[in-house]
């Protein structure tokens, strides 16, 4: 028997190499598996997973040896042991041609938190982890080797499939895994969506097995970043600072920002809003003209990168970052990449022969190999040497034929081919574009380098990360990007990515702002996927992010943003101590009427916020999706938090009145909250489109007082009422157009349920309706800065 103990974990080894004892040398509490075998280390050879059946270890030299019988291979793995964790790494592979190892799967008793990307499992007392020390060491399981048994067939809140984490669940807890590639051979495997596809070969130390290497720890649940920590600075991994403190303990990791389409015209309002809404960082959503060789547009930025410079040098020098956002190694089609001549490292599916050749006016291509013209994809594109084609479909039968060819597409020039040429199908994805090859790759991540180290920029989302897939090199063709990216740009860079989240990559970046805004209200896009992603971000360690809000104006389908909307986002946001992004074109900025009161309220909610004003007592009723929250500011440092009902709408249509019927209506409200006056927002909608219609002197009957406004209210237009005398007419993107003054002080909405009487007249043909929301407000409780 061998043992090492790993911080708090002892692991005992035994001489056939399978881990017989995990154990916490704190509590003596055993995690060791009662069923299922684990071996230290498999190999994979000819498609087979071997296990070893023996294990010797040299103290001296502190080598690990081990010996796998079918294929004959020998596996030699360096143990060092520091004060917090063991490192093991791949020294030598003897005996036989591997085309992979695997490390574990090591399977645990902890069933609690399964920390899929960061690679750790905990069951709330104590932890064990594993870490990746190298971008050619994956975390998770290699996509053509079977699933073993043990492991669940699903984890239901996995933000990824099992071959892409790094802990999983099993049957009785959970396990942890790695595996590293042979890449330097050739090989057929399943890419990405596609079961069966050759992926080249690659050179250098990062395509060899040999150097493999991870950390394995055991620690308490509260000492897991700090263990982490001591893993970075010890072993020389990406150690990302954020305002001078790790990425991961930095209390500016999440913090909230702006994104709007700045230009170098105005970029000065850009900052003014971000400073508005009292936040640091200001984004742009879509700078680039192409994608691959990502230059600017230019009608944002006439002078290239000089230009942006130039905004980011302004926004420094008022106290704002800037940052811009990508689609990663995604190519669009107007790319000099791909036209007018279309680059040789543009990545394929797949490869064939010209059986005959093609002339300049040939409608159809003859192949010796339909397979990669065949396979389901976006497009049907290929490359035959500086020309592109696109085809409808392949023949049934050989010959096989690409039938329905168009030539010289995308701006390429038609040429003649001889027989024998290669054709290439392209790789195409949804969006309209295609992929590089993972050489060409690496032109993309030098041009975001420089870019950053040009201009100053401070923050990016590597959107569309799982476009690297398509190079064929799952894990590590993603982690090669970022980490080229990474240590390109020099400087302290907030990052993210879309979706994929491999164990090397957790150390780089920064947060993950999940969620997106478009095509429903803001209460409802994505809610319950956002707050799915509070959990992966709670049990992987990583700063919490609430996703892309948008901040709209009127359009047909949707009103502009109101405060209340904007103060239930940030509710949540406090409550989940996440920060979010506010999405707003910079047209939307200057056209809606409301934008200093909502940007007032983000500067309040996020002062407090980062301030840890909220107890976690009131965090968890903040949290609640259902409750809705005002905050106003009480002095320095203090606020005062208002629980807030809001009513659903109540409507008055003039359509469902009975003949000679008044133009009102009479609604029940329940008042949940002491007795106040009554806030209420009135909008009329027009019916039929009829933007021409309006209502007229609309009154309230409430508790015996009648409350009513002399004046004329158009088709989408408001009138508020915020418990005084005084009303504000606001067109539909909450413009001010006048005040009205009522004869009476607002009635008293007192608490429990009691009628509401509405009634005003109706204007135009056909008549517009009305819907009104009715607001209380709970007593208020004091917050204040925790540092207080």
């Known amino acids: 028997m061998y043992s090492w103990q790993l911080g708090r974990l002892i692991i005992v080894l035994d001489r056939k190499g399978q881990i017989t004892g995990m154990t916490d040398a704190g509590s003596g509490k055993s995690y060791t598996s009662a069923t299922h075998a684990t071996p230290f280390i498999r190999v994979v050879i000819d498609g087979r997973l071997e296990a070893p059946i023996a294990a010797d270890y040299n103290e001296g030299s502190g080598i690990l040896t081990f010996r796998f019988d079918e294929s004959g291979a020998k596996v030699g793995v360096a143990i060092k042991v520091k004060e917090l964790y063991v490192t093991f790494t791949v020294t030598c592979i003897d005996g036989a041609d591997a085309e992979a190892i ?67 669940p099993t049957d009785e807890g959970s396990l942890l895994q790695m595996f590293t590639r042979n890449r330097t051979k050739a090989a057929r495997r399943p890419v990405w969506n596609l079961p069966d596809i050759e992926v080249a070969a690659i050179s250098g130390i990062e395509a060899e097995i040999v150097g493999s290497a991870i950390a394995i720890f055991g620690c308490e649940v509260n000492r897991v970043l700090d263990t ?36 170098e015209s105005t970029m000065a309002d850009a900052v003014h809003y971000t400073k508005m809404a009292g936040l640091k960082y200001v984004y742009h959503p879509d700078p680039f003209g192409q994608w691959g060789h990502f230059s600017l547009k230019p009608h944002n930025f006439p002078n290239g990168d000089e230009g942006l410079k130039s905004c980011v040098d302004m926004a420094e020098g008022m106290g704002v970052h800037v940052g811009v956002h990508t689609l990663t190694n995604f190519t669009t089609l107007n790319d000099p990449y791909v036209t007018p001549v279309p680059d040789e490292r543009l990545q394929s599916v797949g490869e064939a022969k010209l059986i005959e050749p093609v002339g300049i006016d040939t409608g159809y291509i003859v192949v010796d190999d339909p397979r990669p013209f065949a396979a389901n994809m976006f497009r049907r594109s290929a490359r035959i040497g500086r020309e592109l084609i696109e085809y409808d479909g392949v023949s049934e039968s050989a010959p096989w034929k690409l039938l329905g060819v168009r ?116 209460r409802e896009g994505q809610l319950e996927w956002r707050l799915n992603n509070q959990r992966f971000f709670a049990r992987n360690f990583i700063p919490p992010m609430l996703g892309w809000f948008l901040v709209r104006s009127a359009n047909d389908q949707f ?230």
């Open 407 to 522: 030539r010289g597409v995308k701006g390429t020039a038609v040429a003649a081919h001889e027989a024998g040429v290669a054709i290439g199908r392209l790789w195409d994805h949804g969006y309209d574009v295609f992929f590089p090859n993972i050489e060409l790759q690496d032109e993309y991540c030098q041009r975001i380098a420089e870019l950053f180290r040009k201009t100053g920029l401070k923050q990016i989302s590597f959107d569309g990360l799982e476009g690297c897939y398509a190079s064929g090199h799952d894990g590590y063709g993603v982690n090669r990007f970022v980490k080229m990216c990474y240590e390109g740009w020099g400087e302290e860079v907030i990052n993210d990515a879309s979706i994929v989240v491999p164990n090397y990559l957790w150390h780089i970046f920064t947060r993950f702002n999940w969620g997106e805004p478009w095509g429903a209200e803001t």
């Open 102 to 168: 695997i490390w574990g799967p090591y399977a645990t008793m902890i069933a609690g938190s399964i920390g899929e990307s960061v690679g750790v499992v905990h069951d709330g007392q104590f932890a064990i982890g594993i870490q990746a020390l190298n971008v050619k060491t994956i975390g998770g399981w290699p996509m053509e080797a079977e699933k073993l048994p043990f492991a669940d067939q699903s984890f239901a809140d996995a933000k990824f499939e099992y071959e892409s984490c790094s802990a999983w």
């Open 559 to 788: 009103e502009a943003t109101v405060p209340d909307e904007i103060e239930w986002v940030l509710s949540k946001a406090a409550g989940f101590n996440a920060g979010f992004a506010l999405v707003a074109d910079m047209r939307v900025l200057q056209r809606n009427g409301n934008i200093n009161v909502l940007f007032e309220s983000v500067r309040q909610w996020e002062m407090a916020r980062r301030a840890g004003a909220f107890t976690p007592e009131q965090q968890e009723r903040l949290r609640d999706p259902k409750g809705d929250w005002h905050l106003q500011p009480a002095g320095e440092g203090r606020w005062n938090l208002y629980p807030v009902n809001i009513s659903k709408p109540f409507v008055c249509n003039p359509a469902e009145l009975q003949p000679g019927q008044p133009g009102g209506a009479d609604w029940t409200f329940y008042n949940r909250h002491a007795d106040q006056p009554l806030k209420f927002c009135l909008r009329v909608r027009p019916s039929y489109g009829n933007d021409d219609a309006s209502v007229k002197r609309p009154s309230f009957f409430v508790n015996g007082v009648y409350m009513t406004f002399e004046a004329e209210i158009l088709a989408n237009h408001y009138l508020v009422c915020d418990g005084d005398r005084t009303g504000k007419i606001y067109d539909q993107n909450w413009n001010l157009l006048k005040t009205v003054e009522t004869s009476v002080d607002a009635p008293i909405v007192q608490n429990g349920g009691q009628p509401i009487s509405f009634s005003c007249k109706f204007e135009g043909d056909p008549k517009p309706s009305v819907s009104v929301k009715v607001f209380t407000w709970g007593e208020p409780e004091t917050v204040e800065d925790s540092s207080r």
């Open 228 to 263: 982490i920590e001591a893993v970075e600075l010890g072993e020389g991994l990406p150690h990302p600072m954020i305002e001078g403190i790790w990425g991961k303990t930095s209390p500016a990791a999440n913090q909230s920002y702006l994104i709007t389409d700045f230009s």
